[in-house]
């Protein structure tokens, strides 16, 4: 496009600069058609610019939650300015000024969106009433799970059917990999959520005090019983008990929380009575249980009690997709909690994604803290990365190419993205956004890489 005698700038050196700017852009068409948003959308919702253009409005907000609330449908409606504080998806306030451009007819033809970060002005109210489809979104569960990756959605679906039902469920994973996090979840979006959510940490109570710590103990029941005294069971009463790390419960009590577990009922120490529990029953464990019970190290009985539903959190190496969204909620946090913004260069952010971080999410949000905290210049570049990351890239570089050259290793590692991307998305239009190149490009590698029957089943596919 040639250069406007205005302003000496073609199209994509605008478009350049507007990407640049630290204030996120969107522009709306006159029916929730999103036509354009800069990159500070990535700070905002872990989003790419593609990634967020081709998703429908109300998925947006209902699926990704990008927004608490949206102003959106009360700008259509009301034909007038909003401007509104709102948080969003990875935990940033913001400051959102919604402006309508209407036509000639005075019919909304844009919207334009300014959103601002960490503005503390009074937020002026939408006047009447929003949709109905805006009413759902506002009244439905909050969440601080951060996920964008399609193992990650699996879980948290099944963490929603068996949110509102009493029987007992086993989260699975690596440490670090948000199981905590999930139990949370499932309180806050079933029938309990008004009530306790009390977490037990195994492997912290002496083995000595365990029973009187979960079922509490009466007055003179041992030395130092000067009083009566309710137990974790007793403080959940109504809402859920969650028994984290419950491979290191110890053998002598596993018996007993399967009684409380299986019979609703429990007796505290030195007491003949017992006691009811209504207490929904969430376990975690890091280790494999059916293992344990092989080895005698965990009673088969408790497991396949507790074992009712189970739900598998994959690691944070098998759903990569989660890492950029993560990066960015964590820097939003720790800035925001030390006052110090901070924003990651893309060769830091792309080294990071191919680190495979062993501990998880835990090991990512402190990583992401030490960053904020230390690093003096307002960009995080790989050099104030630490070498744990570089190793392991170059340990992984190493790997993969073995015994090959360079060329063979490349091509190895180009098989590679473009078979699990044919996996994962399907369609090569799909393929090519996700991998950013042509999707002629994308054609031309499945075809190199892919046999001829499957080829064919691709292109039936779409």
């Not at 009244?139 to 679906?157: C, F, G, Q, T, W």
């Not at 249980?289 to 690691?315: C, K, T, Y």
């Amino acid at each position: 496009m040639e250069k406007t005698e205005r302003f000496g700038l073609d199209f994509s050196t605008f478009v350049r600069l507007i990407d640049n700017l630290h204030d996120e852009i969107i522009i709306y068409d006159n029916n929730y058609r999103m036509l354009y948003v800069n990159k500070a959308c990535e700070r905002h919702y872990g989003f790419t610019q593609e990634e967020m253009i081709g998703l429908p409005f109300w998925e947006v907000v209902r699926k990704h939650r990008a927004w608490d609330r949206s102003v959106l449908p009360a700008v259509y409606k009301f034909k007038r300015p909003v401007k509104q504080e709102q948080k969003t998806y990875l935990g940033l306030d913001v400051l959102s000024i919604a402006t309508p451009i209407l036509d000639c007819n005075g019919n909304v033809e844009y919207v334009l969106f300014s959103i601002r970060d960490n503005y503390h002005e009074g937020k002026i109210p939408c006047r009447g009433e929003l949709t109905t489809e805006q009413d759902e979104v506002e009244n439905a569960p909050p969440s601080d799970l951060i996920y964008h990756s399609r193992p990650m959605e699996i879980a948290v679906e099944s963490a929603r059917k068996v949110a509102s039902i009493s029987s007992t469920c086993l989260l699975l994973g690596e440490s670090g990999c948000g199981k905590s996090l999930l139990a949370k979840f499932i309180h806050a979006t079933g029938n309990r959520a008004t009530k306790p959510f009390v977490v037990v940490n195994c492997a912290a109570i002496p083995e000595h005090l365990f029973e009187s710590e979960l079922f509490g103990h009466v007055r003179g029941a041992f030395s130092g019983a000067v009083q009566r005294r309710g137990g974790l069971f007793a403080q959940a009463e109504g809402g859920t008990l969650f028994l984290d790390e419950i491979s290191e419960l110890p053998l002598p009590m596993q018996p007993k929380i399967l009684h409380a577990v299986q019979e609703r009922e429990y007796r505290p120490v030195g007491s003949s009575q017992t006691v009811t529990a209504n207490v929904r029953i969430l376990a975690a464990s890091n280790k494999n249980l059916e293992h344990m019970v092989q080895s005698g190290a965990f009673r088969q009985d408790l497991f396949f009690r507790l074992n009712v539903f189970d739900i598998l959190i994959p690691p944070l190496r098998e759903r990569r997709n989660d890492i950029v969204p993560l990066l960015h909620h964590f820097l939003n946090r720790f800035g925001k909690q030390h006052g110090r913004g901070k924003r990651l260069s893309s060769d830091a952010q792309t080294l990071l994604c191919q680190y495979s971080w062993p501990g998880n999410i835990r090991e990512l949000a402190h990583l992401v803290e030490r960053l904020v905290v230390t690093v003096e210049p307002e960009e995080i570049t790989v050099d104030h990365l630490p070498a744990s990351i570089y190793e392991t890239s170059a340990q992984a570089v190493s790997s993969t190419m073995g015994e090959e050259g360079l060329d063979d290793a490349l091509s190895a590692m180009e098989r590679k993205l473009i078979l699990n991307a044919r996996a994962l998305h399907g369609s090569t239009r799909k393929v090519a956004a996700a991998l950013h190149i042509s999707q002629t490009r994308a054609s031309r590698l499945i075809h190199k890489y892919t046999s001829k029957t499957k080829r064919k089943q691709l292109i039936e596919s779409e």
